[in-house]
């Protein structure tokens, strides 16, 4: 098995590729150890020293670090736990649970921002790294949420401003803003 990896905008983030897919449908994010304990993959994960967050998305494994470390002594501790995992036939999660959005209520407005975020945004972030989920929509503001390497990374308000923000308000003027929550 050969994983790939790339870098994304986030430098504390790592998109490890491994061939194959990962998430069937959705996203799945791990902030830490306990969140983690409903996934053998995640939980082998945080037992690396260093590793402080996991997201899978539909083809990729993104692992973000603490700075104290330098990704060429973990990476190869996360090469082989991910390897060992596939290799080993577990499942991904050990119950239902990932989510793809955040549930609210769906009026016209709300449909058509889920619909430009999954056909024009995440599809563009997932290939960072990371995903942006709906996290609800009140008096024109937009709330989403960042996950995997789109978390804390330098580039994720110019990201919601400049770009989600810009396109949403083109599209649908019931948008004033969008805010990370």
Not at 54 to 81: A, C, H, M, N, T
């Amino acid at each position: 098995m050969f994983i790939q990896t790339e870098q994304t905008p986030n430098p504390a983030t790592l998109k490890f590729l491994p061939g194959r897919t990962v998430m069937p449908e959705g996203t799945a994010s791990f902030a830490d150890a306990d969140e983690a304990e409903r996934s053998p993959l995640a939980s082998r994960l945080f037992q690396v020293e260093g590793v402080s967050g996991v997201f899978f998305g539909q083809d990729f494994i993104s692992v973000s670090k603490d700075e104290e470390r330098e990704w060429y002594l973990l990476k190869p501790s996360i090469l082989g736990v991910i390897m060992e995992h596939f290799v080993s036939g577990q499942p991904l999660i050990l119950e239902a649970g990932a989510d793809g959005h955040a549930e609210g209520d769906d009026n016209e407005v709300v449909s058509q921002i889920k619909e430009l975020l999954d056909t024009r945004v995440r599809p563009a972030v997932a290939q960072d790294g990371g995903d942006i989920l709906f996290h609800g929509f009140e008096r024109g503001v937009v709330f989403l949420r960042m996950q995997g390497a789109c978390s804390g990374c330098p580039s994720s308000t110019a990201t919601l401003k400049m770009g989600i923000e810009n396109m949403l308000r083109h599209y649908i003027p019931e948008v004033t803003e969008v805010r990370a929550v």
